[in-house]
């Protein structure tokens, strides 16, 4: 059973830098296509980045929106993936997700996500 | 990138069956099959309900059911039941290569 295990919850103060992780086990995290979404207090779910399979594993699609600020990497050795963003502002106080792609083995890769870490809780305020 | 556009709320009574739109355009909804649909229950993650438009993954109860017409796509819930009152959110691929979810609707079991 794929699970994935995201860090603890973070303040932050604006102007700096956050970076989470997100730890995957029961699997094969080679295979593993992850994406970062957010969703702000009691807001909607937002797409920030991540692997887009038919462009290979090596290099993640971000959202226009956080471009330049949002970069999205991973350690296989640990079999984690991290996102890192900076800059903070007091809009990007929400709940972090990482977010495995589905996968089957007759059909291969799809646009949506069956497996999510459980969140990370991230406060931007002075 | 503008988020797919949701109704805020929808209600239904047990037993009823209801249906969520979720409206893009032809460079996400209108221009693939990638249309999914994920349940989220207050404080918990999503759950994927419903991928490429009408799939649905292995544990899904056959009561979802999701389709798509242009550039709306739509979730149908079939014998509502008290545990289907969560938040629906859809998301589409687009064609930038990026993802893009809706606003979420709430779905209120009367």
């Known amino acids: 059973q794929v699970q994935l295990v995201q860090s603890g919850a973070e303040m932050k103060k604006p102007g700096s830098s956050l970076k989470v992780s997100c730890t995957a086990s029961?699997?094969?995290?080679?295979?593993?296509?992850i994406s970062w979404v957010r969703q702000a207090p009691g807001q909607g779910l937002e797409w920030m980045g991540g692997?887009?399979?038919?462009?290979?594993?090596?290099?993640?699609h971000y959202a226009q929106k956080f471009q330049g600020r949002v970069t999205i990497t991973a350690d296989e050795a640990v079999s984690t993936a991290y996102l890192v963003l900076s800059s903070l502002r007091s809009e990007d106080t929400a709940v972090y997700y990482c977010?495995?792609?589905?996968?089957?083995?007759?059909?291969?890769?799809?646009?949506?996500?069956?497996?999510w870490g459980q969140g990370t809780m991230v406060t931007v305020s002075s | 990138q503008s988020a797919l556009t949701q109704p805020a709320s929808v209600s239904g009574s047990p037993g009823q069956s209801i249906t969520i739109s979720c409206t893009g355009t032809?460079?996400?909804?209108?221009?693939?099959?990638?249309v999914s649909w994920y349940q989220q229950h207050p404080g918990k993650a999503p759950k994927l309900m419903i991928f490429?438009?009408?799939y649905r993954p292995s544990g899904v109860s056959s009561r979802f059911s999701g389709s798509k017409s242009g550039n709306t796509a739509s979730l149908t819930i079939s014998g509502l039941q008290a545990e289907d009152e969560a938040d629906y959110f859809c998301?589409?691929?687009?064609?930038?290569?990026?993802?893009?979810f809706g606003g979420g609707t709430k779905l209120t079991v009367l």
């Open positions: 977010a495995k792609m589905y996968y089957e083995v007759s059909t291969g890769y799809h646009d949506a996500f069956d497996i």
């Open positions: 029961g699997g094969t995290f080679s295979t593993y296509a």
């Open positions: 692997i887009i399979p038919v462009f290979g594993f090596e290099t993640p």
């Open positions: 032809s460079r996400d909804i209108g221009g693939n099959n990638y």
């Open positions: 490429d438009v009408s």
């Open positions: 998301s589409s691929y687009t064609s930038s290569f990026t993802l893009v």
